[in-house]
């Protein structure tokens, strides 16, 4: 499962993470988001045991401050994170071998 993104966890979990961090901003009356999160699982399973490498959802309508931070418009956006740095942005819905693709392509 996706590891549950706040506005209070958001800095250690994803800035202070030395790795790899995808990160789904997303809200639950967001129809292309609920297609999003089967995917997201996806690639969680696809990725369990990689200890450079974290996946979390961050709910935009209950964290505004972290989705203000990096100027969330549209929804679901996906944020790919290298050693706290944001390295990719993808908005719209992503396919889970693009995203493998982009976790293998950092992750190394």
């Known amino acids: ?12 979990e994803v800035k202070q993470f030395k790795g ?3 990160v789904d901003f997303w809200a639950p009356w967001c129809g292309p988001c609920k297609m999003q999160g089967p995917i997201i699982e996806e690639v969680v ?3 369990k045991g ?3 490498v974290k996946i979390g959802k ?7 401050a972290t989705s203000r931070e990096f100027q969330i418009m ?5 944020k790919m994170f290298k050693d706290g740095q944001e390295v990719e942005n993808m908005i719209g ?6 995203l ?7 992750s190394k």
């Open 1 to 12: 499962m996706a590891l549950e993104l706040t506005d209070q966890n958001f800095d250690q």
């Open 20 to 22: 790899v961090a995808l």
């Open 45 to 47: 399973e696809a990725t």
């Open 50 to 52: 990689q200890g450079n």
């Open 58 to 64: 961050l709910n935009v309508d209950d964290n505004q």
């Open 74 to 78: 549209s929804i679901p956006t996906l």
């Open 93 to 98: 819905l992503q396919g889970k071998e693009a």
């Open 100 to 106: 493998l693709a982009l976790i293998n392509k950092y």
